[in-house]
């Protein structure tokens, strides 16, 4: 694939994340020019792209044989290697673009469908949450420190804290989750919408939520993540029960700890 081991190829991954988060830190509730792209409520300011084109010179500078999946720019660079980078540059833009702290840069490399390397990377709260395939999933806080990512425990719905999130097409489209979310909210401890895939899957990867299950989420959304909830003992599939496919847009999932698993999916599959 490369010269470099999985865990220099982390560190890479790491320092990247790094530098991109530290440009949108530094942009962060300051003026800046803002599109829109599939709907009135899908925003593109112009970090995404600037994160995108920064994380994207650096990549194919370390990884010139590689492919790239990335949100603003699509399928680039060598895209019938089996070694690929999937990238987005500001997962929660609408919080970004709002002055609301919580997004971040998440980064991941696959080889075919297996997942190598993963970083999601909050810079507003200098949080890096990192993963290498059968290496683990770890949080480095502000005081610089590794610490070992685990899943939470909890094994009964009613106990739990859950994680979701609509799609852009909610005001159009029927699946549009609102039924889930009531169905869901009925019988968990707590329910919360953040505004950011990435960080919702890593923080079911901290035990800080005990599941999330969202619809229409896109490869870039969720690369890193399903490897950090992976490694931390979590459970990841289709809402239908089958395994993630990276390749396919659009993808409804439930991730959990395990245990709640089942429970979330007769939970969501209640909806009719
Ligand atoms: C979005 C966020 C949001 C989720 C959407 C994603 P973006 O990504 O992760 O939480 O509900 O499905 O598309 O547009 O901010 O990169
Ligand atoms: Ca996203
Ligand atoms: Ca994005």
């Not at 803002?34 to 409520?41: F, H, P, Q």
Request: proline content about 5%; aromatic content about 8%; glycine content about 8%.
């Amino acid at each position: 694939m490369t010269s470099l081991s999985l865990s220099q190829t982390l560190h890479k991954s790491q320092t990247i994340a790094r530098q991109a988060g530290d440009m949108l830190r530094g942009a962060f509730a300051g003026g800046m020019a803002m599109d829109t792209k599939s709907s009135e409520t899908d925003m593109v300011t112009e970090f995404d792209t600037r994160a995108e084109n920064l994380i994207l010179e650096r990549l194919r500078a370390d990884f010139p044989e590689h492919g790239i999946v990335a949100e603003e720019s699509g399928r680039t660079d060598r895209a019938d290697s089996p070694y690929r980078w999937f990238i987005d540059p500001i997962d929660g833009t609408n919080n970004f673009a709002h002055g609301l702290p919580h997004f971040c840069v998440s980064i991941a490399l696959y080889e075919n469908q297996e997942p190598l390397v993963g970083v999601i990377y909050d810079p507003m709260r200098d949080e890096m949450f990192s993963a290498t395939a059968g290496g683990g999933a770890h949080l480095t806080g502000p005081d610089g420190q590794a610490k070992p990512l685990r899943v939470s425990t909890t094994n009964a719905l009613i106990r739990s804290l859950i994680v979701t999130g609509f799609p852009y097409d909610k005001h159009t489209s029927e699946k549009n989750n609102l039924p889930q979310f009531c169905a869901m909210t009925r019988r968990v401890r707590g329910i919360r919408r953040l505004g950011s895939a990435a960080l919702d899957m890593a923080y079911v990867a901290a035990g800080r939520f005990d599941g999330y299950w969202e619809f229409k989420l896109n490869p870039w959304d969720i690369a890193a993540g399903y490897l950090l909830v992976t490694e931390a003992g979590g459970t990841v599939t289709t809402i239908d029960g089958k395994p993630l496919d990276i390749d396919m847009p659009k993808q409804a999932l439930i991730v959990s700890n395990g245990p709640l698993h089942d429970e979330m999916a007769s939970a969501l599959h209640s909806i009719a």
